[in-house]
């Protein structure tokens, strides 16, 4: 008999997500077995006990999952799993904290998808702003974004914060090969007059790009909200819009609302959660494979 | 719909072990419920909570797992479920803290029955040594030894206290005729070592307890077992999947021979396993602790 799918589901927090159970059970593993407030130095142990209790044939059934609610330490822990491992006694891991990796992975390929459609370009040479920039799923899309070949800026309230977000981006996440910038929110007028792309990833209910802003946008092609709740963080946004022009805007730029980025999320948290299930070698994913998975599911989907 | 076999993992620790969800999973429970940081008072409210919302024939497919850190802790969640039953309506229960009781099995019915085939020897009268005296493996091989008639030694490599401490309390808890004692350096370890006729070796992974000069000194040892899988093995010139080979490090020990950490390992995960699937499989319940699990051992080396 076949050994049963398990997935082992860390997180720092004191409970998963249940979003993330879900996702993990309709994927196809058997048994999700949460293990709850792990420290980051708890990682080694956890993993060594679950990679030598199973063959290695019975681990390519056997996976990890990394929740808790921040990117860098996500990607230590990611980093920290993957050092542990003893081939050929060795299981996939696949960290997505607060689901940040795959709702940034998912905007930025939608975002890529209404260029090529209405555009006809690509990210590559475009400016970005990444406004309310300094969260998880802010600093994952801008970094996505910047390796896609796109200048991106990154935009808070307080311009340190910003600065900071961004060398974080820029060597624990990019590995020095890319070159986010930082702009504080007072100076968003002067540059939305050279941006192509707007991301909107602040707290729920907060307006961050205005309509004047937007009418007086000179090159704005594409701009895409993860906000759900109203108000729009792109005024006249929708959260149902998918490619829909933006309203008032001058340069014909088209907007994406959450939904349709939540969909685009959905299949890539799917996909990856499969990925490991079908893999035949330990796979260890974060927000470049959900990035690649999100465009390959926008590739089956056109 | 038949009812689906359920595990509900006790567990003092903040979290369970991977390594006994796994093994649960593949010994056939369908479904594992971890509860972390479980308090043993908590036992008897947990356990009568699992036992009346299935009919009878529901509960045969319901058991309790105990793990953690600690034997005595362990043991005394054990008892205190026990009580909780209330028959028709009672369930099986299998205390295993950290692996402990099944590693500790393992390696004494291994190094039992190298004992017996090579040198027609048996632990009772034995002299015995626990390296890593003191820590759950430890505590747990050091009690099985003991109760199995070897005199047995806790060995702590900081303090004479703890283990000496160790051996009172756990020989008063189990019966057993522990007694302890340290070795902070090689010529301690010579001088406890020189008439042992078994030393086990429970210290931490990756390091090496017992070098080829500590063993060279040893003068009538006859087998020596080792749970470290990490390089360096616990003791030099066992290498890790020996069951009972010549130990050559021990060059005034004729006829010496050493049980390695993957051998021990086989077993321990066939034992863990089989005893697992017998939560599933029983008809009268059954509390399963280290005692149980030394004697399911004995039967499959």
């Known amino acids: ?302 | 719909m038949p009812k689906r076999s359920i595990l509900h993992m006790f567990d003092p620790m903040p979290n369970n072990s991977p390594f006994d969800i796994n093994m649960a999973l593949d010994a056939g429970f369908d479904v594992l419920v971890p509860y972390s940081n479980v308090k043993l008072e908590s036992i008897h409210h947990l356990t009568q909570d699992a036992i009346f919302s299935r009919s009878p024939s529901g509960i045969k497919k319901t058991a309790i797992f105990i793990g953690g850190r600690d034997m005595g802790l362990a043991v005394d969640m054990l008892q205190a479920a026990k009580p909780a039953m209330v028959p028709p309506f009672e369930i099986s229960v299998f205390a295993d803290p950290s692996g402990a009781f099944t590693t500790a099995a393992a390696l004494v019915a291994c190094v039992e029955k190298a004992l017996k085939d090579q040198h027609g020897g048996a632990l009772a009268g034995s002299k015995a040594l626990v390296f890593g005296g003191t820590g759950p493996v430890g505590i747990a091989t050091g009690v099985i030894a003991s109760l199995a008639g070897a005199d047995t030694v806790l060995v702590d490599h900081l303090s004479v206290d703890s283990a000496n401490d160790a051996a009172k309390q756990y020989s008063r808890r189990f019966g057993a005729k522990l007694s302890g004692a340290v070795a902070h350096n090689d010529s301690e370890k010579i001088a406890l070592i020189a008439d042992a006729d078994i030393v086990f070796c429970t210290a931490k992974a990756g390091i090496r307890v017992l070098n080829a000069a500590v063993l060279a000194q040893a003068r009538r040892l006859k087998v020596a077992g080792d749970v470290n899988a990490v390089p360096p093995s616990g003791i030099e010139g066992i290498d890790v999947n020996a069951m009972a080979e010549p130990l050559t490090t021990a060059t005034e020990s004729a006829g010496a021979v050493g049980v390695g950490a993957l051998a021990v390992g086989n077993v321990k995960y066939k034992l863990q396993h089989e005893l697992l699937k017998s939560l599933l499989e029983t008809d009268e319940p059954v509390y399963i602790d280290f005692r149980d699990a030394f004697s399911k051992a004995r039967t499959l080396v």
Not at chain 1, 231 to 257: C, Q, Y
């Open chain 1, 1 to 302: 008999m076949e050994k049963p799918f398990i997935l082992h589901m860390l997180t720092t927090a004191k409970n998963l997500s249940p979003f993330d159970v879900n996702m993990a059970m309709d994927a196809g593993w058997i048994s999700a077995v949460p293990y709850i407030n792990v420290e980051p130095s708890e990682v080694r142990g956890l993993v060594q006990d679950a990679i030598f209790s199973r063959s290695p044939k019975g681990l390519l059934r056997t996976a990890i999952f990394i929740g808790g609610r921040e990117t860098k330490q996500a990607m230590d822990m990611l980093k920290t799993a993957k050092n542990s491992m003893v081939p050929p006694f060795e299981v996939s891991v696949f960290a997505d904290p607060s689901g940040a990796f795959t709702t940034a992975a998912g905007m930025v390929a939608a975002v890529e998808r209404e260029l090529a459609d209405k555009f006809d370009t690509t990210l590559q040479g475009k400016t970005v702003l990444a406004l309310g920039g300094t969260g998880p799923v802010g600093q994952v899309a801008a970094v996505i974004a910047a390796q896609a070949g796109a200048h991106v800026r990154i935009i808070g309230r307080q311009l340190d914060k910003a600065q900071r977000t961004a060398e974080l981006c820029n060597d624990e996440f990019g590995d020095g090969k890319i070159d986010i910038s930082a702009g504080a929110d007072a100076d968003k007028a002067e540059y939305m007059k050279t941006a192509d792309i707007v991301f909107a990833t602040g707290a729920a209910g907060i307006e961050l790009l205005s309509a004047e802003l937007i009418a007086a946008a000179p090159q704005l092609k594409v701009a895409a909200d993860v906000n759900a709740v109203p108000p729009a963080g792109i005024a006249g946004l929708d959260a149902f819009d998918n490619g829909k022009p933006l309203e008032g805007s001058n340069s014909g730029a088209v907007g994406i609302g959450a939904l349709a980025i939540g969909n685009i999320k959905y299949q890539a948290q799917s996909r990856l959660l499969k990925r490991m299930l079908e893999s035949d070698k330990a796979l260890f994913l974060h927000f470049e494979h959900a990035f690649e998975v999100a465009r390959e599911f926008i590739k089956t989907a056109n």
